[in-house]
């Protein structure tokens, strides 16, 4: 056994640990730190005097501050637990072994097993005195193992060479089959779609006019459906307004907080990014960020490397697998997270710096079927041009009027890509994130009220960067739509058990939101063909109209066009921009640009489905600098 021990150990570029050091633990690590000056007295009383909840290791406060380098914690921490060091890359792991033991179990608890030596097998590890709680599984399927000590990443490097398929097929499938959008098969693959698109095609050309009717009845009925449920939201959120959101005493109750950035293709913002989360007022040592990257993405892995990130942020690399979605990545990053707090941000995203300590302190007043916080959302361009106006309108009247008068309605909220906040037990019970559909956010919120949990609004504000080119804007927003209806078609699977779960008024209410909405911007142009009538054309739907439905049809457009002015004026005064308020005047124009985004959806539903459409960042990024 020594023989053998000494030769799978054997590593010509680190000092072997004296036999006399091996066996059981003799000193501390942070014993073993002071004694040979890697640490002053000041900083290790400091650092202990944290208390070791959750992931909040000694290890990791002297780390996120900054205090020790990775090479002399390794060092010591080989010495002090009397286990050897190895190198990783000149020897990767038995892809069996693995497997055997689970490569998100490995990855999980920062330890792979590397070969098999006679009887025993060589566990290589990074957080040893974590390992004693899992020994006895390891063991169950192994048999007797020996350690040894690797750096973290080098382990997650090995495990991804080794078994990154499949860690990409679980970020994949997290979410239970009956609530994902995995099984979606294009149009010339659905036999049932394509005999309904064929009739609907045979029924416009043998009695168009009736279809035409048949369509402005629902179109007319989704419209007045969805200014009710603005208007009762607005009057909820009235009768109930959002309070200034609470802040938690900077203390050591504090919970350890993990904030998850997507990243791909963001090499112009990414040191911008990292210098904005700097900012976060919240104990480093408890916060732990972890940025996402596809394994293909050089550019953006190359800026972060000269970003100079602090010890508390974290690039995570995504595997490749069979989509390349900003929810597969989440998944995947949510297994290296430490927090029982989960916050997801985008790339361009400026949060305010005192936002993660007001999140904590909600959670901590909120009753436990609260999972989910999302904050407000607003722009740092919004004078940048006409689109991006109109842009800010839009978001200033649904994140401070409609989305909080949603939750105060006990409705199931349709999220926000960002400043969203989860506790991290709910959000693994109910699968992550659905990694094949392109509004995850939207669809969580809806699987969160399905399983009986509640999402709140939180007042505090993040700034990102408002998308005001057309062909991008038009582009995200065929993005958007696609998933609202993608995630309407996969909840509707089962529509009694959806009816059961969310009750009647939610039920109705993700009809209103989902389809609905999705259903005025397909129609729209239908809707908008009747403005050539004032001008003496000829319309052959209005025409075979009785006299008082032309009048009740122009009233229902003109008394909900006013509704949503409104509702822009009233949000837009809400939010600190000084924008003048005849630009919502103009906010039909505005969405009529949707009925081209809606357009693009339903034809990658039927052809590309999962295909993400990203929208690039960083165009006006600079003027986040100057707020």
């Not at 005192?354 to 999972?371: C, D, I, T």
């Not at 995200?476 to 058990?497: D, F």
């Not at 009809?511 to 609905?516: A, D, L, P, T």
Request: glycine letters at 6%; a positive charge.
């Amino acid at each position: 056994m020594a023989r053998a021990e000494r030769h799978i150990f054997a590593d010509p570029g680190i000092a072997p640990v004296p036999a006399a050091s091996r066996g059981p633990r003799r000193r501390s690590i942070g014993a073993e730190l002071l004694c040979r000056g890697l640490v002053s007295s000041d900083d290790l009383v400091q650092a202990l005097a944290r208390p070791r909840r959750e992931a909040g290791r000694l290890v990791d406060t002297l780390r996120a501050r900054g205090l020790i380098r990775e090479r002399d914690l390794l060092d010591v921490t080989a010495r002090s637990w009397g286990i050897n060091t190895i190198d990783l890359g000149a020897d990767l792991p038995d892809p069996r072994l693995v497997a055997a033991i689970g490569p998100m179990t490995c990855l999980k608890h920062g330890f792979v097993p590397l070969r098999r030596a006679g009887d025993v097998t060589v566990i290589v590890l990074s957080r040893p005195e974590e390992f004693s709680d899992i020994r006895p599984m390891v063991e169950a399927i192994l048999g007797p193992v020996v350690t040894a000590l690797a750096p973290e990443h080098d382990i997650i490097k090995a495990i991804h060479a080794r078994q990154g398929r499949e860690i990409a097929r679980q970020a994949e499938t997290r979410v239970p089959a009956p609530e994902s959008c995995r099984g979606w098969v294009r149009l010339h693959q659905a036999p049932k779609a394509m005999t309904v698109l064929v009739a609907a095609l045979i029924a416009v050309a043998v009695a168009p006019v009736t279809v035409g009717f048949l369509v402005l009845g629902l179109s007319l009925s989704s419209l007045i459906l969805i200014v009710g449920l603005k208007l009762l939201a607005i009057r909820a959120a009235f009768r109930s307004p959002m309070r200034p959101a609470p802040c938690a005493v900077n203390d050591d109750s504090l919970p350890v907080f993990s904030i998850i950035v997507a990243l791909y293709r963001e090499a112009d913002i990414a040191a911008r990014l990292v210098k904005r989360l700097a900012r976060l007022d919240y104990p480093v040592d408890r916060l732990d960020v972890v940025l996402a990257v596809e394994t293909e993405d050089r550019v953006t892995r190359d800026a972060l490397a000269k970003a100079e990130l602090p010890a508390w942020m974290r690039v995570v690399v995504v595997p490749e697998g069979a989509v390349r979605t900003k929810p597969r990545a989440l998944n995947h990053a949510l297994e290296f997270c430490r927090g029982s707090l989960i916050g997801i941000y985008d790339a361009e995203d400026a949060p305010d710096p005192r936002q993660l300590l007001q999140v904590a302190a909600q959670f901590r007043a909120s009753a436990p079927e609260v999972a989910c916080l999302q904050g407000i959302l607003d722009y740092y361009n919004p004078r940048t041009n006409w689109l991006s106006r109109c842009f800010t309108v839009e978001y200033a009247g649904w994140f401070r009027l409609i989305l909080p008068g949603i939750a105060r309605l006990g409705l199931a909220v349709p999220l926000g890509g960002t400043t969203l906040f989860l506790r991290r037990d709910v959000l693994e019970r109910i699968g992550g994130w659905d990694a094949y559909n392109v509004t995850e956010d939207a669809d969580l919120g809806i699987r969160l009220a399905r399983h009986g949990f509640r999402t709140e609004m939180i007042a505090t504000t993040t700034e990102e960067e408002a998308n005001c080119r057309p062909l991008p804007w038009i582009k995200q927003r065929s993005r958007w739509i696609k998933g609202y209806l993608m995630t309407w078609a996969v909840h509707m699977r089962r529509p009694g058990l959806l009816y059961r779960q969310l009750g009647p008024r939610a039920f109705l209410g993700f009809q209103v939101m989902f389809i609905g909405t999705s259903m005025q911007f397909l129609v729209a142009p239908l809707l908008l063909s009747f403005l050539i009538v004032p001008f003496g054309f000829h319309h052959p739907l209005y025409a075979a109209m009785p006299g008082p439905a032309g009048l009740v049809m122009t009233g229902t457009f003109a008394i909900c066009e006013l509704v949503n002015i409104a509702i822009g004026m009233i949000g837009l005064t809400r939010t600190r921009h000084r924008l003048s308020l005849w630009w919502v005047a103009t906010m039909s124009i505005y969405f009529s640009l949707a009925c081209l985004a809606a357009y693009k959806a339903v034809f990658e539903i039927a052809t590309k489905p999962f295909f993400w459409d990203k929208t690039r960042h960083g165009i006006f990024d600079h003027l986040a600098e100057k707020r």
